[in-house]
């Protein structure tokens, strides 16, 4: 009973770690999908004194990926109604040019100025209009929830990361006389560390098995079956092969970070 203790007091923190990195890794991707659909649906309104093509945008600024152009005749047959067919070509001769400008990516309020900036920079571009209220909202919610996430991951992580060094030094203790019977007959820290490294590396691949196959059965059991529509919209951004690597490579180092804090801490422990 006390040896299974012993290890789910460490294996308990790490996993806590693990999936905090999970979370991160599954968030990141989620609202990836999710950025770029607001990066899709976004433009803005460019009102020109000539035609102008894609081009000529880009020369102004690199964030510009499309130029829609909107149909000045639409337009006029909307405002012009009950009108003379002449009137109405004099109006379209005096209306100008509109496009709808896509952006590369999902950019600050901040950036979004610099582009109108640059756009009405050039003489042949009378206004530009970002939209940037209703952009600003969007972009502020979504920034808070991706810092208050990080914010909760950090947390989590230091005050797992000191619960498994706790339970290293105990481990420590409990492997004292050995370890120091070693360093009488010379042997370097990192062989009289290697019990500890042992039993923590052990403890790290259980760990990483765990939280895998708690998000594998997350994506191709209960995602299937909750019924939510994000979390059915988004399957395959829930677990990937890959992470089980990433997994593994944070669990390890964290050992070694504990291990290392651990033995370099006992210098003088040779009671």
Same mark, same amino acid.
């Given at each position: 009973m006390?040896?299974?203790?012993?290890?789910l %007091?460490? #294996? @308990?923190?790490?996993?806590?770690i693990?999936? &905090?990195?999970?979370?991160y @890794?599954?968030f990141?991707?989620?609202?990836?999908?999710y950025?770029? &659909?607001?990066q899709e649906?976004?433009?803005?309104l460019?009102?020109? $004194? $000539?035609? %102008?093509?894609?081009?000529d945008?880009?020369? @102004?600024? /690199?964030?510009? =990926?499309?130029?829609e152009k909107?149909?000045?005749? !639409?337009?006029? !047959?909307?405002?012009?109604?009950?009108i003379s067919?002449?009137? =109405?070509k004099?109006?379209?001769a005096?209306?100008?040019?509109?496009?709808n400008?896509g *952006? /590369?990516?999902?950019?600050?309020?901040?950036g979004?100025?610099a582009?109108?900036?640059d756009?009405?920079a /050039?003489?042949n571009i009378?206004?530009v209009e970002?939209?940037?209220?209703?952009y600003?909202?969007?972009?502020?919610?979504?920034?808070f #929830?991706k810092?208050?996430? $990080?914010i909760f991951?950090?947390?989590?992580?230091v005050v797992?990361?000191?619960?498994i #060094?706790?339970q290293?030094e105990?481990? $420590?203790?409990?492997?004292?006389?050995?370890?120091?019977v070693?360093?009488i007959?010379?042997?370097p820290?990192?062989l009289?560390?290697?019990?500890?490294?042992?039993?923590?590396?052990l403890?790290?691949?259980?760990?990483? *098995? @765990?939280? !895998?196959?708690?998000?594998f059965?997350t994506?191709?059991y209960?995602?299937?079956?909750?019924?939510? /529509?994000?979390?059915?919209?988004n399957?395959?951004a829930?677990?990937?092969v890959?992470?089980?690597?990433?997994?593994?490579g944070?669990s390890?180092l #964290?050992?070694?970070?504990?291990?290392?804090?651990?033995?370099?801490s006992s210098k003088?422990?040779?009671?």
């Amino acid at each position: 009973m006390k040896f299974i203790k012993n290890h789910l %007091m460490f #294996i @308990l923190p790490l996993m806590a770690i693990l999936l &905090g990195i999970e979370f991160y @890794l599954v968030f990141e991707r989620t609202t990836n999908t999710y950025e770029k &659909g607001l990066q899709e649906g976004y433009f803005m309104l460019a009102v020109t $004194k $000539k035609p %102008m093509e894609l081009s000529d945008f880009q020369a @102004l600024n /690199d964030h510009i =990926s499309t130029a829609e152009k909107i149909q000045r005749e !639409s337009i006029v !047959s909307e405002v012009a109604k009950g009108i003379s067919q002449s009137s =109405s070509k004099e109006i379209l001769a005096t209306l100008p040019y509109f496009y709808n400008l896509g *952006l /590369d990516s999902y950019l600050h309020t901040s950036g979004l100025e610099a582009i109108k900036k640059d756009l009405e920079a /050039d003489a042949n571009i009378k206004q530009v209009e970002t939209f940037g209220s209703s952009y600003q909202s969007n972009y502020r919610l979504f920034a808070f #929830i991706k810092f208050i996430l $990080k914010i909760f991951i950090v947390f989590m992580a230091v005050v797992s990361l000191f619960l498994i #060094i706790k339970q290293m030094e105990i481990w $420590k203790y409990a492997h004292k006389e050995r370890m120091q019977v070693m360093e009488i007959f010379g042997a370097p820290l990192m062989l009289r560390s290697g019990v500890l490294f042992k039993v923590a590396f052990l403890d790290a691949i259980f760990s990483t *098995l @765990l939280v !895998s196959a708690i998000f594998f059965y997350t994506k191709f059991y209960w995602a299937a079956q909750s019924g939510i /529509d994000i979390m059915v919209q988004n399957r395959e951004a829930l677990f990937r092969v890959s992470d089980i690597g990433i997994l593994l490579g944070a669990s390890i180092l #964290i050992v070694i970070i504990a291990v290392y804090t651990v033995v370099f801490s006992s210098k003088g422990v040779q009671e």
